[in-house]
């Protein structure tokens, strides 16, 4: 069971193109609440990579 965490773990690493990484701030601007039933604003995808501390 340890060798498939280990070889799991490897091919994330090979698999994973650190050319692409982006700066993400740590405050977003998020707008300001409305009385609306139905809010909508533009999202941005940012991927998915493994993170030390959640923010």
């Known amino acids: 069971m340890a060798d ?3 070889t799991k773990t490897s ?3 090979i698999l994973f ?3 692409k990484l982006v700066d ?3 405050q977003v601007e998020f ?3 409305k009385s609306e039933l139905v809010q909508r604003f533009q999202v941005l ?3 998915n990579i493994p993170v030390t501390k959640p923010v």
Do not use: A, E, I
């Open 11 to 13: 091919m994330n690493g």
């Open 4 to 6: 498939r965490k280990d």
């Open 17 to 19: 193109d650190h050319s």
């Open 24 to 26: 993400v701030p740590f």
């Open 45 to 47: 995808y940012l991927g």
């Open 31 to 33: 707008p300001v609440p």
